[in-house]
């Protein structure tokens, strides 16, 4: 990981909706802009169709890699008209922002009760709200499913329940699977409502998509693994594939570019699940240490097991507990306390962190920079590999992260 953050609170995460007010932070980035005044590089005038006034899009990118969002703020570096088609901006929304009135943001997300990825999400999300309403003023909302996993019906209706009540002006979401959105996010451009999407590959009429390309991930951690093996002389024939859930988009594409790369370099490795027949291990903790115990149980010979999400660091510890340290290896991505503490103990190859932080702090600043100048945000995300000789950085920018 490559973040550090500021403390903010998180807030309650219980309910549906938590509301955020924004802090004295504004204030102090306001005065950055004011100061600022005089310096007009990267200032961008607003166009026809969306907000009136001047935007200082260079002092927001500075005040972004200030707080560790790198990759949000080389998106606002590359910032352009885009493709938004025959997208009109609602005449209220585009009223309320040219008056200097605070625009209504929300931002959906898949959970707010998993284990790790929620408490990430939060505070990604909270992290960027001064700097976006530095640019343009806005009352933020984030709304998820308080469940353990994903809950599209109940996802969609509550963005549903505020779409309704004309409570939306722009609109984030990080879907639960790649098409299960398309049309609430087509029902909202048709309203005059800016949409992004974040963290899943999405196929919908949002004016960009902030996250991942899977295929090109999978081919990444296999380089990964590769490179671990040759540097510690380690031969590797039998690979393993795996996830929370498994039949995802997303989960397909990392394991498909991981085999079909590991494949590419060792063209005898055998594997025990294949991207189409991949071996579930579920999100909930427990479920994914007696899968992966099981699993080694029947195939002790393996050498490396994949995870497409989160669980490698409890396949690291089916691996110790199978006393398999050094035989078998576990590898994943995102970052935890037990990816890095497997890491540590030579279980875990390496995690590789998407910066979930930082897809949940994208929409903010996107909806912000759309409304104030009419220019789009493109994704700029890129995956940051975390292994032994950055581990202990990650785990204190970790800390940071979450006020630990």
Known sequence: ?????????????????????????????????????????????????????EADLATAAAGLRDIGFDQIADSVDAAD????????????????????????YVFSYQSSAIANFSDQYAAGYEGTLDVAASIAPMNPTSIAPAVPGTDVPQQIAQIEALLNTEQIDCLTIEPADSNSFTDIVQRAVDAGIPVFTVGVTSNGAEFSNFTQIPLEEGATVADGVLAYAEANDIDLSVFTVSGGDPSQFWAQGRMEGFQTRILEEIPDAEFINTFDNALTAPYDPAGALDAYKAFLAGNPEVNVIMNADIGAEHAATAIADADLIGEAFSVGWNVAPGSLDAIEAGTQIATYDQEWSQQAGFGAIACAVYLATGLVMPNTQHLTEVNISNAAEARAELEEILGD
């Open 1 to 53: 990981m490559q973040c550090a953050w500021r403390d903010n609170p998180i807030g309650d995460l219980k309910g549906d909706t938590v509301e955020h007010e924004r802090s004295l932070g504004v204030l102090l980035i306001s005065a950055l802009l004011v100061a600022a005044g005089s310096v007009q590089a990267g200032a961008t005038t607003v166009p026809d169709g969306t907000a009136g006034g």
């Open 81 to 104: 008209p885009g493709d938004v088609g025959s997208f009109e901006l609602a005449g209220s929304i585009a009223d309320k922002v040219a008056a200097g009135e605070a625009f209504n």
